[in-house]
């Protein structure tokens, strides 16, 4: 089992930034995404932004004002966003995806969310 423990959600004002992370725990042999999705009200989870150990992805909507970076030795994904609209206001979800051993196979975990609100 993996947990994922997330943080750095809240009130930010339009215009304003924000640090959301996550930290993974668990016996983990290796990670080999880590993300972050989110969830507004009324419509399905979307991808925000992922990270493999060499490649990075962002949604359209992100893109430009969002970085993406993690520590694979402390298996912690980071999402830093700026220039905040009132549509970046969701429950934000981490996802990582994860092996137990060498050459097992992978597995899905999501954190509990945090939520984000923009809002002036």
């Known amino acids: 089992q993996v947990q994922l423990v997330e943080s750095g959600g809240g009130l930010v004002q339009p215009g304003g930034s924000l640090r959301l992370s996550c930290a993974a725990s668990?016996?983990?042999?290796?990670?080999?995404?880590m993300g972050w999705y989110r969830q507004a009200p009324g419509k399905q989870r979307e991808l925000v932004a992922v990270i493999t150990s060499g490649t990075t992805n962002y949604a359209d909507s992100v893109k430009g004002r969002s970085t993406i970076s993690r520590d694979n030795a402390k298996n912690t994904v980071w999402l830093e966003m700026s220039s905040l609209k009132p549509e970046d206001t969701a429950v934000y979800y981490c996802?990582?995806?994860?092996?137990?051993?060498?050459?097992?196979?992978?597995?899905?975990?999501w954190g509990q969310g945090t939520q984000v609100t923009v809002f002036s």
């Open positions: 668990g016996s983990i042999f290796k990670i080999n995404l």
């Open positions: 996802k990582a995806i994860a092996q137990f051993r060498d050459g097992g196979p992978e597995y899905q975990y």
